[in-house]
């Protein structure tokens, strides 16, 4: 398993040495591979009509999406509730049994700030087991791009963190912790509201790789430097730094360290009052708490929900 | 309706030996219960509120970190826990007062305790659960202030701490099930095995168990550190400290409400420095410091030993303590309590201590001594108790800064006895000096 995950993901880590700043480019190189590379692409994508002929007895109205991240992402309806869902298919088979228990408890889980996960399973195609992951359809804008469009104003950028903050705080109900907090997983809705959109359910390729020295999951420019350091056991802390950098970035509207993951490791983070102008000293004071290098120094819960809840 | 947590500097006898207070002083914040030291169906018909002032606020550690007890080598001590609904053994007749002798009835038990004891601690969720459940309404019968949730011991410094965490999440589900949902503190049970060969702000596994620990928002901490690589009576590698004051701080920092540190001796009150708020110790070797391997080994005959707050250690009463005087540190190591008042004014009338009876030098005259050391314990979780996080940190260094220079003179005493004990002091300032360096 190692020395297959180090063959696929060595060129994608090499190429992102632009990203790492020397040092932690070193250390990826040599200690930590992101899993997330192990997951490749279909190539060709994966076409509406391939999915329809193994997936058609569950799936119907079957369009494409823009592809994200590591799958094949289709819009279609679920027959058995008749929801508007969006499909996600990943093109790996190694994702453990195990993984049931945790999707048998998102499944659970039923609150605005985290898509419902409506469906997942196994399926054969192009020779070769896949996965597929069902969750509800969001209508909205994923929050890179509006990003993109420049600052946001504190009370949004308030109430995203409030929302993700009680997703990170459902799923931590349940001993989860999402890994992968950032802008491209998070979708503004017309109401204004913040959902996590992805489950993180893709990085339970093999639990027991995962919580293996030298074996970590997420986005460069968004890891804890615990998760960095591929440390075993990870707590929502970890995901409250990473919503701590999203946020950041949300009043920027750049990534506060372009993607340094090198600075964010070693104290470099950039303070939240020099990101926009007016910005409430409480807000800025509990961002910059949740970019603490200590664990046990980030806020807990209830003072996120206090201070970001006050903004909305 | 779930109490308020306490939140202050206290002192607890500890019960490991025996429940009662020495020479019964008074100034004991509580008390902890251990099964070890008294059996399950003993404690439950003593009326402890009129028997033991000091209980009135109470504390049982289940111990279940001593479930790997070798019940050939330790026949009493398993034969006592034993006695308890959560400790896994093979079946045996209960204790029943109207057909048993006590103590034959528990001399029968310590002989065949190695054919019961399984020595094995659960692993699946549902037996996990039932084991938890008897801790915690055993405490609750026994109407304890807090719920201390029970966990097994910690000894590979590589863990991932899944099994401990397993029963912490089993523990606080279990605690808010209850009737009275008091205050749950999560029991840290951790063997130096783990911390010494570590720098502590370098030890992955203090960072894992803050952060796994406090994310689950237990309402305390219950620390226990096994000592197993230490001899004296105090612990004395700078890593082991200095990994207790970080635990205690990191907790504290991340919003537990309580800690409370055990079996570490006078370094638990070395913790509240840290930020913890409730130590435990007694006297004898056996209630400052926990070592499975030699857990019931006797000490033999204990001698009267003069606890000296300043030295961070104690004298040997039958020439170190009067070497000292003659060096003229008398003003300097003094610790003044009513049990010591004699001894302090035959030494400065010229007499050697062990002319006073209370202390003279010979086996099992330990009352006066231990006393005295409650005393002086009392005293200065007192003198501390108010102060702010700064003002704990210069009072640490300051004291354990003149405590090292104390064990350097004293270092030099003709033929001093082993149980005056010099080589902690220049330790705990090290951990300690880091400790605040790093803290601040």
């Given at each position: 398993m190692f020395r297959l995950s180090r063959q696929i993901s060595r060129p994608i880590i090499d190429a992102g040495n632009n990203y790492f700043g020397a040092e932690l480019y070193e250390y990826f190189r040599k200690e930590?591979?992101?899993?997330?590379?192990?997951i490749v692409a279909f190539d060709p994508p994966l076409i509406c009509e391939e999915v329809k002929a193994s997936l058609g007895n569950l799936f119907d109205e079957i369009a494409l999406l823009?592809?994200?991240?590591?799958g094949a992402v289709f819009r279609c309806t679920?027959?058995?509730?008749n929801q508007t869902v969006a499909l996600k298919i990943y093109f790996?088979?190694?994702?453990?049994?195990?993984?049931q228990r945790e999707i048998d408890l998102m499944k659970r889980i039923d609150n605005d700030a985290l898509v419902r996960l409506v469906e997942s399973g196994e399926i054969f195609i192009r020779n070769a087991n896949c996965i597929f992951i069902a969750t509800k359809f969001v209508q909205g804008n994923v929050l890179s791009n509006i990003i993109k469009q420049g600052k946001m104003g504190f009370p949004a950028v308030a109430k995203c963190g409030y929302d993700i903050a009680k997703a990170i705080q459902l799923l931590w109900a349940e001993r989860?912790?999402?890994r992968d907090i950032n802008p491209k997983n998070i979708m503004l809705t017309d109401k204004n509201s913040a959902v996590?959109?992805?489950?993180?359910?893709?990085?339970?390729?093999?639990l027991d790789t995962l919580t293996a020295p030298g074996f970590s999951w997420g986005t460069i420019g968004y890891l804890s430097p615990e998760q960095a350091r591929a440390v075993k056991q990870l707590s929502y802390k970890s995901d409250i730094f990473s919503l701590g950098i999203t946020l950041q970035e949300c009043l920027a509207g750049y990534h506060p360290v372009n993607h340094r993951q090198d600075l964010l490791v070693n104290g470099g983070q950039v303070r939240t009052?020099?990101?926009?102008?007016?910005?409430?000293k409480p807000m800025a004071d509990i961002i910059d708490a949740m970019l603490?290098?200590?664990?046990?120094e980030r806020p807990q819960f209830n003072d996120i929900f206090k201070i970001l809840g006050s903004y909305i | 309706m779930k109490k308020d947590v306490i939140m202050t500097k206290e002192f607890f006898w500890p019960?490991?030996?025996?429940?009662k207070i020495p020479g019964n002083v008074?100034?004991?914040?509580g008390g902890i219960i251990y099964p070890m030291g008294v059996a399950y169906h003993s404690l439950m018909r003593r009326d402890l509120n009129k028997k033991?002032?000091?209980?009135?606020r109470r504390l049982l550690d289940?111990?279940?970190?001593?479930?790997?007890?070798?019940p050939y080598t330790c026949r009493k001590k398993c034969a006592q826990l034993a006695t308890?609904?959560?400790?896994?053994?093979k079946p045996f007749t209960s204790f029943n007062s109207g057909e048993h002798n006590q103590r034959e009835w528990q001399r029968e038990l310590k002989n065949k305790i190695h054919e019961l004891w399984i020595g094995q601690l659960p692993k699946k969720a549902d037996e996990i659960e039932k084991t938890v459940k008897s801790c915690i309404e055993v405490q609750e019968n026994l109407d304890c202030e807090n719920y201390i949730l029970p966990s097994p011991l910690t000894i590979?410094?590589?863990?991932?701490?899944s099994t401990e965490l397993q029963w912490l999440d089993i523990g606080l589900k279990v605690s808010k099930q209850t009737n009275n949902e008091k205050p749950a503190l999560a029991t840290i049970a951790i063997s130096d095995s783990a911390l010494r060969l570590i720098e502590p702000w370098e030890n992955e596994l203090i960072d894992l168990i803050i952060d796994q620990v406090s994310s689950r928002e237990p309402d305390g901490a219950y620390i226990v550190l096994e000592q197993s690589n230490e001899q004296g009576y105090y612990c004395t590698h700078h890593n082991t400290v200095g990994c207790l004051l970080r635990l205690v701080h990191g907790l504290k920092t991340a919003g537990l409400k309580r800690i409370v540190v055990a079996y570490t001796g006078t370094t638990g009150f070395l913790s509240l420095l840290a930020g913890a708020d409730t130590w435990a110790s007694g006297w004898y070797k056996s209630e400052r410091r926990l070592k499975l391997t030699d857990?019931?080994?006797?000490?033999g005959r204990a001698f009267p030993a003069y606890y000296s707050h300043s030295f961070a250690s104690e004298f040997n009463v039958e020439h170190d303590l009067d070497h000292a005087y003659k060096k003229g540190l008398l003003s300097t190591i003094q610790e003044i309590t009513p049990a010591s008042a004699l001894l302090l004014s035959a030494l400065k009338s010229g007499?050697?201590?062990?002319?006073v009876a209370e202390w003279?030098?010979?086996?099992?005259?330990?009352t006066a001594a231990k006393e005295h050391f409650v005393s002086a314990a009392i005293n200065h979780t007192a003198e501390i108790a108010n102060m702010s996080k700064d003002e704990l940190f210069t009072y640490g260094l300051k004291w354990l800064e003149n405590a090292k220079y104390l064990a350097e003179i004293i270092s030099?005493?003709?033929?001093?006895?082993?149980?005056?004990?010099?080589?902690h002091q220049s330790s705990w300032y090290k951990a300690f000096k880091n400790f605040v360096e790093k803290a601040k």
């Amino acid at each position: 398993m190692f020395r297959l995950s180090r063959q696929i993901s060595r060129p994608i880590i090499d190429a992102g040495n632009n990203y790492f700043g020397a040092e932690l480019y070193e250390y990826f190189r040599k200690e930590v591979v992101l899993l997330g590379d192990m997951i490749v692409a279909f190539d060709p994508p994966l076409i509406c009509e391939e999915v329809k002929a193994s997936l058609g007895n569950l799936f119907d109205e079957i369009a494409l999406l823009p592809c994200g991240g590591q799958g094949a992402v289709f819009r279609c309806t679920h027959r058995p509730s008749n929801q508007t869902v969006a499909l996600k298919i990943y093109f790996t088979n190694q994702i453990q049994q195990r993984t049931q228990r945790e999707i048998d408890l998102m499944k659970r889980i039923d609150n605005d700030a985290l898509v419902r996960l409506v469906e997942s399973g196994e399926i054969f195609i192009r020779n070769a087991n896949c996965i597929f992951i069902a969750t509800k359809f969001v209508q909205g804008n994923v929050l890179s791009n509006i990003i993109k469009q420049g600052k946001m104003g504190f009370p949004a950028v308030a109430k995203c963190g409030y929302d993700i903050a009680k997703a990170i705080q459902l799923l931590w109900a349940e001993r989860i912790v999402h890994r992968d907090i950032n802008p491209k997983n998070i979708m503004l809705t017309d109401k204004n509201s913040a959902v996590l959109i992805d489950l993180g359910v893709a990085r339970h390729i093999d639990l027991d790789t995962l919580t293996a020295p030298g074996f970590s999951w997420g986005t460069i420019g968004y890891l804890s430097p615990e998760q960095a350091r591929a440390v075993k056991q990870l707590s929502y802390k970890s995901d409250i730094f990473s919503l701590g950098i999203t946020l950041q970035e949300c009043l920027a509207g750049y990534h506060p360290v372009n993607h340094r993951q090198d600075l964010l490791v070693n104290g470099g983070q950039v303070r939240t009052n020099t990101l926009q102008d007016k910005l409430p000293k409480p807000m800025a004071d509990i961002i910059d708490a949740m970019l603490r290098y200590r664990t046990y120094e980030r806020p807990q819960f209830n003072d996120i929900f206090k201070i970001l809840g006050s903004y909305i | 309706m779930k109490k308020d947590v306490i939140m202050t500097k206290e002192f607890f006898w500890p019960g490991s030996v025996q429940l009662k207070i020495p020479g019964n002083v008074s100034g004991v914040s509580g008390g902890i219960i251990y099964p070890m030291g008294v059996a399950y169906h003993s404690l439950m018909r003593r009326d402890l509120n009129k028997k033991y002032p000091h209980l009135n606020r109470r504390l049982l550690d289940p111990q279940l970190y001593l479930v790997k007890l070798d019940p050939y080598t330790c026949r009493k001590k398993c034969a006592q826990l034993a006695t308890y609904p959560w400790f896994p053994q093979k079946p045996f007749t209960s204790f029943n007062s109207g057909e048993h002798n006590q103590r034959e009835w528990q001399r029968e038990l310590k002989n065949k305790i190695h054919e019961l004891w399984i020595g094995q601690l659960p692993k699946k969720a549902d037996e996990i659960e039932k084991t938890v459940k008897s801790c915690i309404e055993v405490q609750e019968n026994l109407d304890c202030e807090n719920y201390i949730l029970p966990s097994p011991l910690t000894i590979d410094q590589a863990t991932d701490y899944s099994t401990e965490l397993q029963w912490l999440d089993i523990g606080l589900k279990v605690s808010k099930q209850t009737n009275n949902e008091k205050p749950a503190l999560a029991t840290i049970a951790i063997s130096d095995s783990a911390l010494r060969l570590i720098e502590p702000w370098e030890n992955e596994l203090i960072d894992l168990i803050i952060d796994q620990v406090s994310s689950r928002e237990p309402d305390g901490a219950y620390i226990v550190l096994e000592q197993s690589n230490e001899q004296g009576y105090y612990c004395t590698h700078h890593n082991t400290v200095g990994c207790l004051l970080r635990l205690v701080h990191g907790l504290k920092t991340a919003g537990l409400k309580r800690i409370v540190v055990a079996y570490t001796g006078t370094t638990g009150f070395l913790s509240l420095l840290a930020g913890a708020d409730t130590w435990a110790s007694g006297w004898y070797k056996s209630e400052r410091r926990l070592k499975l391997t030699d857990i019931e080994d006797t000490e033999g005959r204990a001698f009267p030993a003069y606890y000296s707050h300043s030295f961070a250690s104690e004298f040997n009463v039958e020439h170190d303590l009067d070497h000292a005087y003659k060096k003229g540190l008398l003003s300097t190591i003094q610790e003044i309590t009513p049990a010591s008042a004699l001894l302090l004014s035959a030494l400065k009338s010229g007499k050697k201590a062990s002319m006073v009876a209370e202390w003279e030098y010979r086996p099992a005259n330990v009352t006066a001594a231990k006393e005295h050391f409650v005393s002086a314990a009392i005293n200065h979780t007192a003198e501390i108790a108010n102060m702010s996080k700064d003002e704990l940190f210069t009072y640490g260094l300051k004291w354990l800064e003149n405590a090292k220079y104390l064990a350097e003179i004293i270092s030099k005493l003709d033929n001093r006895h082993p149980r005056t004990e010099i080589n902690h002091q220049s330790s705990w300032y090290k951990a300690f000096k880091n400790f605040v360096e790093k803290a601040k």
